[in-house]
């Protein structure tokens, strides 16, 4: 387990960026698309109360960020088919209208990134595969990735993981991300502590940045 002088230096504001994954109306909203099939018994169902705090905690996050000089970088779906490997698509069921490029859908949820702030598009679970991402936070000097979003055994797993892969420290605060699969979550968050990186409160995220 990290001290907590260790933690403070791993999240100096010089060398931390704030991920926000999949922050986004088909995901979180309680009309999105995951809830509306999910209503028709495709899959747990969408807790939208949860959804709902978990952008207010993160919202808070990203303000501690911007005023310790952190960068607050978003990470987008859009799972249109042309942009989709075949084994997506065929774990989509052949159903295309999640997260489609230009919709409401595809908009973020309750938080809204500020003028200037990196946004960075994927077409997979990772935030890195494929992308911009990696580049960029490297032109940036960033060593360490807080890690926030949706959904926590899926797309924040997948990211994390290949942030850690790719030499990032990994700090996730518990209470910022979520997911319809609560074993899922749970599992994720344990692999982590043990496996990749530091699990914590926001709240004492939010004392370390400010």
Request: include cysteine.
């Amino acid at each position: 387990m990290k001290s907590e002088e260790q933690l403070r230096e791993q999240l100096r504001a010089t060398h931390t960026a704030l991920l926000v994954i999949d922050l986004q109306n088909d995901f979180c909203a309680a009309d999105g698309y995951l809830a509306r099939s999910r209503a028709a018994g495709a899959g747990p169902r969408v807790r939208h109360d949860d959804n709902v705090r978990i952008a207010e905690r993160i919202g808070a996050l990203a303000s501690a960020a911007r005023a310790a000089g952190a960068p607050v970088i978003w990470v987008r779906s859009h799972y249109d088919f042309r942009y989709l490997a075949p084994a997506h698509i065929a774990q989509r069921n052949g159903k295309e209208g999640l997260c489609l490029e230009g919709s409401w859908g595809a908009d973020f949820f309750g938080e809204q990134p500020k003028p200037g702030e990196l946004v960075v598009d994927k077409h997979t679970y990772s935030g890195f595969h494929d992308t911009v991402l990696h580049e960029r936070l490297q032109e940036r000097g960033i060593r360490t990735l807080i890690v926030t979003g949706v959904a926590t055994n899926v797309c924040i797993d997948s990211t994390l993981r290949e942030g850690f892969f790719l030499g990032y420290h990994i700090v996730v605060p518990e209470d910022c991300v979520g997911s319809s699969n609560r074993a899922g979550h749970e599992g994720t968050l344990s692999t982590v502590r043990v496996n990749f990186g530091t699990v914590l409160p926001s709240a004492q995220l939010l004392a370390m940045l400010r």
